[in-house]
């Protein structure tokens, strides 16, 4: 299973809106609802941002929003700030119990 | 406190074994699927290893199949990932994470587990 395509890096500056894009093909993203995103700090654990293509967990900003189109999914944040400088994952079902990422991009608050 | 603690980790050899474990507290296994997800230094992130809510069903990533195994003990509400005929590609460090449902596979990690394969 090949890894979902995102841009290697991305950056903005405080209070612009920026978005990342993960291209997968009909058997992931374009298959299911099942679409993740994932942000990492340096030398930390994942943290679950966006589940079910636009659903948040319970404590985390609206100003992070997930849409998809056919087999590409995005994440939108606005208002950046400077604690969003983080790797991003997005992650989506791809097959019977079977997971794919995506290879991360680096976002830079400048 | 809802967490997750993985131990077991270290440097092996090529060709190695190794047992990782990861503790959860504030919910049971029992009820929640799992997995285990990996990331080679540097690099992004890899799935690996899935067990169903009632421990019947396991699936693994193509790259692993073979050579490792989840499972766990539901009497120490733990979370296993036995790796055998280890490579220099397994190298990365290794998370745990909790499925709320399966829409939603990652809603908790652990802080991780690193593993170092070198002779």
């Known amino acids: 299973q090949s890894a979902l395509t995102q841009p290697a890096s991305v950056s903005g500056s405080p209070g612009q809106s920026i978005t990342i894009s993960c291209s997968g093909t009909s058997s992931d993203i374009g298959s299911n609802n099942a679409v993740s995103w994932y942000q990492q700090h340096p030398g930390k654990a994942p943290k679950l941002i966006i589940y079910e293509v636009t659903k948040w967990p319970s404590g985390v900003s609206n100003r992070f929003s997930g849409a998809k189109s056919g087999n590409t999914a995005s994440l939108t944040i606005s208002g950046l700030q400077a604690e969003d400088e983080a790797d991003y994952y997005c992650?989506?079902?791809?097959?019977?119990?079977?997971?794919?990422f995506g290879g991360g991009t680096k976002l830079t608050v400048l | 406190q809802v967490q997750l603690v993985e131990s077991g980790g270290g440097v092996v050899q090529p060709g190695g074994s190794l047992r990782l474990s990861c503790v959860a507290s504030?919910?049971?296994?029992?009820?929640?699927?799992m997995h285990w997800v990996r990331q080679a230094p540097g690099k992004g992130l890899e799935w690996v290893a899935f067990i169903r809510y009632d421990g019947t069903l396991t699936y693994h990533a193509d790259s692993v199949k073979g050579r490792f195994t989840i499972f766990r003990d539901d009497s120490k509400n733990t979370l296993y990932l036995q790796l055998s005929s280890l490579r220099g590609d397994d190298t990365a460090m290794y998370y745990c994470a909790k499925e709320d449902y399966p829409a939603n596979p990652f809603d908790l990690w652990g802080r991780g587990t690193l593993v170092t394969v070198s002779p």
């Open positions: 992650c989506s079902h791809a097959g019977i119990r079977h997971w794919v």
């Open positions: 504030g919910f049971s296994v029992t009820n929640y699927a």
